[in-house]
């Protein structure tokens, strides 16, 4: 078993369509929980963080944390084609030696 | 100028050959990172290095080996290509231990072995 699944998609969605990206992962003791967006050709860039459980909101975006269901999303608010791109997830044991990838959902936001 | 820069963006090389990626920040980062990204298998560590004097593998170093010759340079070396290793390179950088919990990536090196 992979320790972060990701579902691929694609997605495709209409232009102020709400989305949701989801995780799911294996390792209990992952305590640090991101999200990346990456644009092709381009190398990731990061879009949010949480620790531990709860909820973060920026602009349009909120990420959550299901510690007990070992689930994370990403929710986009009034999506624009320019957040047509490939979101990943990554997470973290505490030391934050390394992070764990999903393979990434391929977005596209249609005008 | 990029905060982590990696040269070549474009290399094709053939079977056999040592291959070199290099990798440079100006984050002022201790700790460095070499994914590599292929379709379907996301983004999968192959070493990374806390400083200077620490290097250790990840879950796919096999092939592959680093030099961190400076705070700011991480080289990742292919000492005998092989078509497998056609793949999107990536270096990163964290700070994670000073509370910037983020990876910053370079915008990654496409090999492509023949």
């Known amino acids: 078993q992979k320790e972060v699944e990701q579902d691929p998609g694609p997605l495709s969605v209409p232009e102020g369509a709400i989305v949701s990206l989801n995780c799911t992962y294996s390792n209990s003791a992952f305590q640090y929980f991101m999200w990346y967006r990456q644009y092709s050709r381009k190398g990731p860039e990061l879009l949010m963080y949480?620790?531990?459980?709860g909820n973060k909101e920026d602009g349009r975006f909120t990420a959550q944390v299901d510690k007990s269901s070992k689930y994370i999303s990403l929710f986009i608010r009034d999506s624009q084609p320019s957040d047509s791109a490939t979101y990943l997830c990554?997470?973290?044991?505490?030391?934050?030696?390394?992070?764990?990838f999903g393979t990434g959902t391929s977005l596209t936001v249609i005008p | 100028d990029a905060d982590v820069t990696q040269t070549p963006r474009n290399r094709i090389t053939k079977t056999g050959k040592r291959i070199m990626l290099e990798c440079s920040q100006t984050k002022g980062h201790d700790r460095m990172y070499w994914y590599r990204q292929d379709p379907g298998l996301g983004l999968r560590l192959i070493y990374y290095?806390?400083?200077?004097?620490?290097?250790n593998k990840g879950e796919i170093s096999d092939g592959y080996s680093v030099s961190r010759q400076a705070q700011a340079k991480f080289s990742l070396s292919l000492e005998s290509a092989i078509p497998n290793q056609t793949a999107l390179y990536f270096c990163?950088?964290?700070?994670f231990g000073q509370g910037d919990y983020g990876y910053t990536f370079g915008s990654g090196t496409r090999l492509t072995v023949v």
């Open positions: 990554a997470m973290s044991l505490p030391t934050g030696n390394q992070f764990y």
């Open positions: 990163a950088t964290s700070d």
């Open positions: 290095s806390f400083d200077v004097k620490d290097i």
């Open positions: 949480t620790y531990s459980s």
